[in-house]
């Protein structure tokens, strides 16, 4: 059985960089027909996908346009997590962040989820 | 982008009866592969997104058969064909087919 397991402050300070970890269990963020995503959601913007990272023979990444001058999604292969990193955060990237796993190319949805980071920007 | 709009915004429903979520793309989600990727999700109170519902009427491991979902094109339906307490919640579809993928904005559905 597949698990995510989301770690990282709940609160940042505005012009901060916000960091989150997803630990994974069950699969492999090397695997082959895996993407690892992060999705954020607000009650002003509803549910929002913000990139991925996933290895096809070589690493690669997928931002939202949004988001792409301040977002960094990294793989850690040796202790099978990803990480997310959003630059120069203000109020309006408060959020819940949850990771989550798509199958193949992303088609299908996100088929596993963290359990959900809630963060605050405030000073 | 993809705009995905939901209706009812929030659903009221007796127990034991029927309810219906609408889904309409601002294009069409068939696929150039000739598949329609549009995906129903469950939220319930204080808890994650479940995927109930895949490629339009697929459902997912574990998913009550009350549950069904239909459409093509921009037009889609959830429906769930008696609603008991447990399906509480916000439910969203997101659609795969164009990038990026993008989802509706939810409709809560809640016992009368």
């Known amino acids: 059985q597949v698990q995510l397991q989301q770690s990282g402050p709940g609160l940042v300070k505005p012009s901060q960089t916000l960091s989150l970890t997803c630990a994974i269990s069950?699969?492999?963020?090397?695997?082959?027909?895996?993407?690892w995503n992060w999705i954020r959601q607000s009650p002003s913007r509803g549910l929002e996908w913000l990139g991925r990272t996933y290895y096809r023979s070589k690493w690669s990444n997928d931002y939202a346009v949004s988001v792409k001058s301040r977002i960094t999604i990294n793989p850690d292969t040796s202790k099978n997590q990803f990480s997310l990193q959003l630059n120069s955060v203000t109020p309006e990237d408060t959020a819940v962040y949850y990771c989550a796993r798509v199958r193949g190319w992303g088609h299908y949805g996100m088929d596993v989820w963290g359990q959900g980071t809630t963060v605050t920007v405030s000073s | 982008d993809v705009v995905l709009t939901q209706s009812p915004l929030s659903l009221p429903v007796t127990l034991g009866q029927p309810a219906s979520i609408s889904c309409r793309s601002s294009?069409?989600?068939?696929?150039?592969?000739?598949?329609?990727?549009l995906n129903w999700f469950q939220q319930r109170p204080g808890q994650s997104p479940r995927r109930l519902i895949y490629k339009v009427s697929n459902r997912d491991s574990g998913v009550p058969d009350r549950f069904s979902g239909s459409g093509s094109g921009t037009d889609f339906t959830l429906k769930i064909s008696r609603v008991e307490a447990e399906d509480v919640g916000v439910y969203y579809c997101m659609q795969g087919t164009h990038w990026p993928p993008t989802f509706g904005g939810g409709t809560k559905v809640e016992i009368k």
């Open positions: 294009q069409s989600l068939v696929h150039s592969d000739g598949n329609t990727y």
């Open positions: 069950g699969d492999s963020v090397s695997s082959n027909n895996a993407a």
